[in-house]
């Protein structure tokens, strides 16, 4: 499938998706959100891809929607856009294989909530993240609501949407927002070298990993709950047989993902 303003490909089971629109520092015009969603749709459906990686050109991760489109919205077409965009996150949270965020510059509003929908974050020295609704007289929107607030508390997240502030990469770690920060030379080769890690591991496993985590909060009734139907269908798999076996024998395991 080709695209216009993403570049695709699907290397060594890692899929690597990369926005690219450095005019507008790839702001999230109505046809790349298109697009968005149909690759990991795509993603989704191919059994080759064990990790996703994505990432933006240029000096940009995300700068969030391109507020040329906005002009004039109405209630109506407001709702289908915003529709449009939680159905990219939505797709992210129940893609059943680790996505890796490599945040390369700015990340700002809507570009916030695709880092977020990620499951890992490695940004690079020069990343740089704002959420900055409140400057032009809007909310949070595309679930920031939810994922903020268990990166880094409600406190901080009250503080970031109130403020608008921008914050830089080592900020953002302290803060919790990213799991580690690198120098922007070693982005690329982090994440993908995070991503080969991931990618060689039991792939089932992080599905249900993924699938449990993004049910928090939840009571901890629920989750001994989930565990427990979780883990008798992971004492079942091919790759529990191979990591025992492995683990006894004193080799590293070869999981395939069964």
């Known amino acids: 499938m080709a695209f216009r303003y993403i570049l695709f490909r699907i290397e060594d089971h890692i899929a690597r998706i990369t926005l690219n629109i450095p005019e507008t520092r790839n702001a999230l015009n109505l046809e790349i959100r298109s697009e968005l ?17 994505i990432t933006g050109t240029g000096k940009a991760f995300c700068s969030g929607g391109d507020l040329r489109t906005m002009e004039g919205v109405k209630p109506v077409d407001g709702r289908m856009r915003l ?5 990219l996150i939505k797709a992210m949270v129940d893609l059943e294989k680790p996505i890796i965020g490599a945040i390369n510059g700015i990340a700002a509003g809507a570009g916030i909530s695709i880092a977020l929908a990620c499951d890992i974050l490695i940004a690079s020295k020069e990343a740089k993240f704002v959420i900055p609704f409140t400057k032009i007289g809007l909310v949070p929107d595309w679930g920031q609501f939810y994922f903020l607030p268990l990166r880094v508390g409600i406190a901080r997240a009250k503080e970031l949407m109130f403020t608008g ?5 080592d900020e953002a770690e302290r803060l919790g ?3 580690r920060v690198v120098p922007a030379g070693e982005l690329q080769e982090e994440a993908l070298a995070f991503g080969a890690r991931l990618a060689k591991g039991p792939s089932q496993s992080y599905a249900m990993i993924k699938a449990a985590l993004n049910r928090w909060p939840a009571s901890l009734e629920s989750f001994l709950e989930l565990e427990s139907a979780m883990q008798a269908v992971a004492f079942s798999s091919q790759d529990f047989d191979e990591g025992r076996k492995a683990f006894l024998e004193k080799r590293k395991p070869v999981f395939r993902g069964t």
């Open 37 to 53: 969603l149909d690759v990991f749709e795509q993603v989704r459906d191919d059994d080759l891809v064990k990790v996703v990686v």
């Open 177 to 179: 927002l990213v799991n």
């Open 165 to 169: 502030d921008m914050i830089d990469a």
């Open 83 to 87: 529709k449009k965009g939680q159905r």
